[in-house]
């Protein structure tokens, strides 16, 4: 029979097989690793006899986190961003489950999902079939897919408006397709960013990094860089939030221009 397999380091899902593939692409290559028991492999339907559960936290009005315990995979957060247009999924968790369907359909359904990077494309696939919407993913990420589906939609250029209040922002860096998603009316209309870990957000307060490889802890050049500050230069944002704990709620533009201009001295030092 085959089953769509899971990586269990990095928690994203594969084409239908008869057997686990040999390696994960996204763990085998230089931005992750393998772990040192080796690539291990599981299913959604395994996941779903263990006890794991999705828990949703309301961080600003019309922005949710959610995010699975325990762990699976890297342990990102995704976003929900209600708007009167409809609802987006920023970035994606593996673990989906009846009631995180009920739950997201209580809170009005999904009109698209729009991933950051390859490393949180996870079971895209199954929550774009459970809502029946687009997943939105930068054309330039197209070869690290490990799942096919009609429902994505590769985006091209510098940016893509969702809706009204939402769009879409190409930075590169950490991956070529490496994107952020500017929400215009969050902050109380001062614009939040969410950036997956395409701009990596430090535990020293007001700080950001850039980072070609968390884990494995390789830079990205100066050049990528100010590239990356170039590509948020005209717009405007006061919090943002990333695929893990740190946060920034207040002077987000500020800090990300006073960051980058830091990294690139380093680098350049
Ligand atoms: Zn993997
Ligand atoms: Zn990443």
Not at 21 to 40: A, H, N
Not at 235 to 248: Q, R, T, V
Request: with cysteine.
């Amino acid at each position: 029979m085959r089953v769509h397999y899971i990586c269990k380091a990095c928690g994203v899902q594969y084409e239908a097989t008869h057997h686990p593939p040999d390696i994960c692409k996204i763990c085998s290559d230089e931005r992750q690793y393998v772990p040192l028991t080796g690539q291990k492999w599981t299913t959604l339907e395994e996941l779903k006899q263990e006890s794991f559960h999705n828990e949703f936290v309301e961080i600003e009005q019309g922005l949710w986190s959610i995010r699975t315990y325990p762990q699976i995979g890297i342990g990102q957060k995704a976003y929900l961003i209600r708007t009167d247009e409809g609802n987006i999924l920023w970035d994606c968790i593996t673990y989906l489950d009846e009631k995180t369907i009920n739950k997201i359909n209580e809170l009005g359904g999904l009109r698209g999902i729009a991933i950051s990077h390859p490393h949180y494309y996870s079971t895209i696939i199954e929550w774009g079939n459970a809502f029946q919407c687009p997943i939105y993913i930068h054309e330039k990420d197209h070869e690290w897919l490990t799942r096919t589906c009609s429902l994505i939609h590769f985006w091209n250029g510098d940016s893509l408006e969702l809706t009204k209040h939402l769009s879409l922002i190409h930075v590169g860096g950490h991956f070529e397709g490496s994107s952020v998603l500017l929400w215009t009316l969050g902050s109380y209309k001062k614009g939040t960013l969410l950036v997956g870990d395409s701009i990596y957000i430090v535990p020293d307060q007001g700080w950001l990094s850039f980072i070609y490889s968390a884990p494995n802890h390789i830079p990205l050049s100066a050049k990528v860089v100010n590239n990356i500050k170039m590509s948020l230069e005209n717009y405007d944002f006061e919090a943002i939030y990333g695929a893990f704990d740190h946060k920034i709620e207040q002077g987000g533009k500020n800090s990300f221009i006073k960051s980058a201009d830091r990294y690139i001295h380093f680098l350049n030092s």
